[in-house]
């Protein structure tokens, strides 16, 4: 059984930082490009960010670029998201996804919020 958990999530006040881990279990995805996403309340779940199998190669919202990485260890079958300069806007449930873009699978989230 394929299994995505996140964590790393909390509150933290606005201009913090967070790190999100994602780790997968139940197979390898060290071969496909992986993703995260986020739902705010309201609102539909957006994409943040995509990395390549290699990690050479990273995509970001426009919202988050330049605040966000996005990063893996294939050795460890995770990936993360480092957020930077955090903005109440950027509260949210944030959900792992693979391999991107089908997005097959799916974490259970963790939830992000940034008090102003």
């Known amino acids: 059984q394929v299994q995505l958990v996140e964590s790393g999530g909390g509150l933290v006040q606005a201009g913090g930082s967070l790190r999100l881990s994602c780790a997968a279990s139940g197979r390898t995805f060290r071969s496909y490009h992986m993703a995260w996403f986020r739902q705010a309340p309201g609102k539909e779940r957006e994409f943040v960010a995509a990395i390549s199998p290699s990690g050479g190669s990273t995509y970001y919202a426009d919202s988050v670029k330049g605040r966000f990485t996005i990063s893996r260890d294939n050795a460890k079958n995770t990936w993360y998201l480092q957020m930077n300069s955090l903005k109440p806007e950027d509260t949210a449930v944030y959900y792992c996804?693979?391999?991107?873009?089908?997005?097959?699978?799916w974490g259970q989230g963790t939830q992000v919020t940034v008090s102003s």
């Open positions: 996804a693979g391999p991107y873009p089908a997005n097959d699978y």
